[in-house]
């Protein structure tokens, strides 16, 4: 069974920094792509960031030029540095792993909270 565990959540300055990390585990096949979701109070959950095996990222219009998607196959992780951060990026993130074909799977991890505030 794929599981995903999220680490690097926490209280944070407007303008300051965050990096999360992504731990998959439980499966020898390597995902398609990772993303990263969040969702906070009273809103859909959205799109941050995703970035496929291919080394390809696409991003949240919100985010471009601030947040940056990473991964680390040997260690199956992935990564989201996040920078300039604002009181808008709070929320619950979370991160999600999927893959099709021979093994597929598409999980979600149980989320770190981010809050940016004074």
């Known amino acids: 069974q794929v599981q995903l565990v999220e680490s690097g959540g926490g209280l944070v300055q407007p303008g300051g920094s965050l990096r999360l990390s992504c731990v998959r585990s439980?499966?020898?096949?390597?995902?398609?792509?990772m993303g990263w979701y969040r969702q906070a109070p009273g809103k859909e959950r959205e799109l941050v960031a995703e970035?496929?095996?291919?080394?390809?990222?696409n991003y949240g219009d919100s985010v471009k030029g601030r947040f940056t998607i990473s991964r680390d196959d040997a260690k199956k992780t992935a990564f989201l540095q996040m920078n300039s951060l604002k009181p808008d990026d709070t929320a619950v993130y979370y991160c999600?792993?999927?893959?099709?074909?021979?093994?597929?799977?598409?999980?979600w991890g149980q989320g770190t909270q981010v809050t940016v505030s004074s």
């Open positions: 439980g499966s020898f096949f390597s995902a398609n792509a």
């Open positions: 970035i496929t095996s291919g080394g390809s990222t």
């Open positions: 999600n792993a999927r893959r099709s074909g021979i093994g597929a799977y598409n999980v």
